[in-house]
T-cell receptor, first 114, second 111 residues
Framework: EAQVTQNPRYLITVTGKKLTVTCSQNMNHEYMSWYRQDPGLGLRQIYY???????DKGDVPEGYKVSRKEKRNFPLILESPSPNQTSLYFC?????????????FGPGTRLTVL | KQEVTQIPAALSVPEGENLVLNCSFT??????LQWFRQDPGKGLTSLLL?????REQTSGRLNASLDKSSGRSTLYIAASQPGDSATYLC??????????FGTGTRLTIIP
């Protein structure tokens, strides 16, 4: 089944404890991205990647890191999480990017930082 | 500033009715517009993608229209069913490598 998977689905952590949220797709997509969703603000892009080893900042990259070492994986890293990073996070992918293609989203990761 | 707006934030209609969801955007120079459905715990599901050169797209009971000159899109749902209850999100690509989302319309179909 073609899908985007994220792990974990739910995570409660404390301020400053490094964490990684994984994202994997099995559709051989070149483009992957991360969004966060907050009430009243909609989804906002954090980072995106056009291909392996090619990443760029979105609208709200502060406090986050990403890497793209393999085509199928695009992990989101929070080196020192803070309470304002409590949010619902979505990974998305497509063949060529948002200008032309339908975006496929993962099920989301709900993160709480205490 | 490039923005996407969806009004109303919530809508309730009786089962069987036809309904229209609205989306407006501030910049007419768009590449495409996409409608998504969001169910709790299940992420976003793409419903329809309209490229800038298109006026509408249809899938089953769903029809999405695009009017770039007025900065508007509508999602028409025919013969609504309780299973259509969800939050519907409109997202626009303004020519960069991201989607700009509206805050959604939460739709409830009353049996």
């Amino acid at each position: 089944e073609a899908q985007v998977t994220q792990n974990p689905r739910y995570l409660i952590t404390v301020t400053g404890k490094k964490l990684t949220v994984t994202c994997s797709q099995n559709m051989n997509h070149e483009y992957m991205s991360w969004y966060r969703q907050d009430p009243g603000l909609g989804l906002r892009q954090i980072y995106y990647s056009m291909n392996v080893e090619v990443t760029d900042k979105g609208d709200v990259p502060e406090g986050y890191k990403v890497s793209r070492k393999e085509k199928r994986n695009f992990p989101l890293i929070l080196e020192s999480p803070s309470p304002n990073q409590t949010s619902l996070y979505f990974c998305a992918s497509s063949f060529l990017g948002t200008r032309t293609d339908t975006q496929y989203f993962g099920p989301g990761t709900r993160l709480t930082v205490l | 500033k490039q923005e996407v707006t969806q009004i109303p934030a919530a809508l309730s209609v009786p089962e069987g009715e036809n309904l229209v969801l609205n989306c407006s955007f501030t910049d007419s120079a768009i590449y495409n517009l996409q409608w998504f459905r969001q169910d709790p715990g299940k992420g976003l599901t793409s419903l329809l993608l309209i490229q800038s050169s298109q006026r509408e797209q249809t899938s089953g009971r769903l029809n999405a229209s695009l009017d770039k000159s007025s900065g508007r899109s509508t999602l028409y749902i025919a013969a609504s069913q309780p299973g259509d209850s969800a939050t519907y999100l409109c997202a626009v690509n303004f020519g960069n490598e991201k989607l700009t989302f509206g805050t959604g319309t939460r739709l409830t179909i009353i049996p």
